[in-house]
C-alpha cells in the first residue's frame, strides 16, 4: 500500500486550515460579533402585540418553538367558544314551588291511590322561585309556565337526586299517587330540542334550572306517543358546576329565591345499592330484561318523600335583567 505523499499531505492541510485557537475562544470574543447601534428611544416602550395563534395550530409546531415562548406569546383564538354574556338571559317570567316532604308515604295505613299533594302529615321545606329565560327560550319557558299554573306539579315527586349534583322532578306517568305528571293539554310542541342555540347555557352554578333531555327518566312507550311533551326538569344543587349536563339537557332559568331549600333537599340521604345489585342489573340488561330498567328507576332515590305541594306564577309589573351573578 502506498503512503501519501508529501504533497498530497500539504495540500489537505491548505484546503482544511486547523487552528488550535479556533477551538478555544478568547473571553469576551462575543462582543465582536455584535455592532453597538443607536439606541432608537421611540421604540423603547412600544408594546409589540403576540401572534394569534389557533387551537389547532399548536399541535403541529416544532418542541423548540414551543419552549422558547412565554405564557404570554399565546394568545388562542376562542371566537369558536359562545360567551354567555353575549346571550339574552333576560328574566320574563317568574315561578314558585312549594316543597315539602310526606312521612306517611310509606305506611301501611296510608290510603290506597291518595295523591301527595293530600298528603295529611306533609312537612314543608320552603318555597323557590325561578326565574325564566323567554326571550331566549320562548316554547321551552311557555310550556313550563303551563305545566304549573295548570297545577300539574302540584303532588310532582322527588324522584332522583345525585348528592353534589342535581335532583330531578316531573316523571310522567299516569300514576298521580306515585307522584308522576300527566302534563296539560295545549303544550305547545318544542323544537327547541333540536336547536343548537338552545344548549349555549351551560351548569356552572347551584340553582340552574334545565329541561331534562339526557337525563330523562320517562319510559320508552310514554316517549313514543306522539303528543308526547317532555315537562321533566332538574335543578343543581351545587356546590360545584356539574359539566357533565351541558349538551344535554337544556338551561332556560334559574333560582331567585330559596336557596337554601335547594340546600336542604340536597343533603337528604338517597337509596345507594351494592355492588352486587348493580353487577346483577348491569347483566340483566344486557341480556335485554325489562326489569333491570325498572329497578334502576329506585336508585338515587331520596329516602324521604320530597314532593311540589303548590306551584303557580308570581305576577310581576316590569321584567328585570338577572344580575350578573345568575348564569
Same mark, same amino acid.
Given at each position: 500500500?502506498? %503512503?501519501?505523499?508529501?504533497?498530497?499531505?500539504?495540500?489537505?492541510?491548505?484546503?482544511? &486550515?486547523?487552528?488550535?485557537?479556533?477551538?478555544?475562544?478568547?473571553?469576551?470574543?462575543?462582543?465582536?460579533?455584535?455592532?453597538?447601534?443607536?439606541?432608537?428611544?421611540?421604540?423603547?416602550?412600544?408594546?409589540?402585540?403576540?401572534?394569534?395563534?389557533?387551537?389547532?395550530?399548536?399541535?403541529? %409546531?416544532?418542541?423548540?418553538?414551543?419552549?422558547?415562548?412565554?405564557?404570554?406569546?399565546?394568545?388562542?383564538?376562542?371566537?369558536?367558544?359562545?360567551?354567555?354574556?353575549?346571550? =339574552? $338571559?333576560?328574566?320574563?317570567? @317568574?315561578?314558585?314551588?312549594?316543597?315539602?316532604?310526606? &312521612?306517611?308515604?310509606? @305506611?301501611? =295505613?296510608?290510603?290506597?291511590?291518595?295523591?301527595?299533594?293530600?298528603?295529611?302529615?306533609?312537612?314543608? %321545606?320552603?318555597?323557590?322561585?325561578?326565574?325564566?329565560?323567554? @326571550?331566549?327560550?320562548?316554547?321551552?319557558?311557555?310550556?313550563?309556565?303551563?305545566?304549573? $299554573?295548570?297545577?300539574?306539579? @302540584?303532588?310532582?315527586?322527588?324522584?332522583?337526586?345525585?348528592?353534589?349534583?342535581?335532583?330531578?322532578?316531573?316523571?310522567?306517568?299516569?300514576?298521580?299517587?306515585?307522584?308522576?305528571?300527566?302534563?296539560?293539554?295545549?303544550?305547545?310542541?318544542?323544537?327547541?330540542?333540536?336547536?343548537?342555540?338552545?344548549?349555549?347555557?351551560?351548569?356552572?352554578?347551584?340553582?340552574?334550572?334545565?329541561?331534562?333531555?339526557?337525563?330523562?327518566?320517562?319510559?320508552?312507550?310514554?316517549?313514543?306517543?306522539? =303528543?308526547?311533551?317532555?315537562?321533566?326538569?332538574?335543578?343543581?344543587?351545587?356546590?360545584?358546576?356539574?359539566?357533565?349536563?351541558?349538551?344535554?339537557?337544556?338551561?332556560?332559568?334559574?333560582?331567585?329565591?330559596?336557596?337554601?331549600?335547594?340546600?336542604?333537599?340536597?343533603?337528604? &340521604?338517597?337509596?345507594?345499592?351494592?355492588?352486587?345489585?348493580?353487577?346483577?342489573?348491569?347483566?340483566?340488561? +344486557?341480556?335485554?330484561?325489562?326489569?333491570?330498567?325498572?329497578?334502576?328507576? %329506585?336508585?338515587?332515590?331520596?329516602?324521604?318523600?320530597?314532593?311540589?305541594?303548590?306551584?303557580?306564577?308570581?305576577?310581576?309589573?316590569?321584567?328585570?335583567?338577572?344580575?350578573?351573578? +345568575?348564569?
Amino acid at each position: 500500500m502506498a %503512503l501519501p505523499s508529501s504533497n498530497a499531505r500539504t495540500a489537505s492541510s491548505t484546503i482544511y &486550515p486547523v487552528s488550535l485557537s479556533s477551538l478555544h475562544p478568547r473571553r469576551n470574543s462575543h462582543r465582536a460579533c455584535f455592532t453597538p447601534s443607536k439606541p432608537n428611544h421611540n421604540s423603547t416602550h412600544k408594546y409589540i402585540k403576540p401572534p394569534k395563534i389557533p387551537k389547532r395550530s399548536l399541535f403541529f %409546531l416544532p418542541a423548540s418553538f414551543l419552549l422558547l415562548q412565554t405564557p404570554s406569546s399565546f394568545a388562542i383564538d376562542d371566537t369558536s367558544t359562545p360567551s354567555t354574556s353575549t346571550i =339574552d $338571559t333576560k328574566i320574563t317570567d @317568574r315561578i314558585f314551588m312549594d316543597f315539602s316532604v310526606c &312521612p306517611s308515604y310509606f @305506611r301501611s =295505613d296510608r290510603t290506597l291511590g291518595a295523591e301527595l299533594s293530600s298528603c295529611p302529615d306533609s312537612e314543608p %321545606l320552603g318555597r323557590v322561585v325561578f326565574g325564566l329565560y323567554g @326571550r331566549l327560550l320562548p316554547v321551552t319557558t311557555a310550556n313550563f309556565k303551563a305545566t304549573c $299554573t295548570s297545577a300539574a306539579y @302540584r303532588g310532582t315527586l322527588v324522584h332522583k337526586l345525585l348528592q353534589g349534583q342535581f335532583f330531578a322532578a316531573g316523571r310522567q306517568g299516569s300514576r298521580r299517587d306515585k307522584g308522576e305528571v300527566q302534563p296539560p293539554s295545549g303544550l305547545v310542541r318544542n323544537s327547541e330540542t333540536v336547536d343548537p342555540k338552545a344548549f349555549e347555557l351551560r351548569h356552572e352554578r347551584p340553582g340552574t334550572l334545565s329541561l331534562c333531555l339526557g337525563q330523562n327518566d320517562d319510559d320508552d312507550d310514554i316517549k313514543l306517543n306522539p =303528543d308526547y311533551h317532555n315537562v321533566e326538569f332538574l335543578v343543581t344543587t351545587g356546590p360545584g358546576p356539574c359539566p357533565e349536563l351541558d349538551g344535554q339537557n337544556i338551561v332556560f332559568g334559574t333560582v331567585l329565591e330559596g336557596m337554601d331549600v335547594i340546600t336542604s333537599i340536597a343533603a337528604i &340521604p338517597t337509596y345507594k345499592p351494592a355492588e352486587r345489585i348493580r353487577f346483577f342489573n348491569d347483566f340483566a340488561q +344486557l341480556i335485554g330484561d325489562e326489569r333491570a330498567q325498572t329497578a334502576r328507576a %329506585l336508585w338515587n332515590l331520596p329516602l324521604k318523600t320530597v314532593y311540589i305541594s303548590d306551584c303557580g306564577e308570581l305576577k310581576v309589573t316590569k321584567q328585570s335583567l338577572s344580575p350578573p351573578s +345568575l348564569p
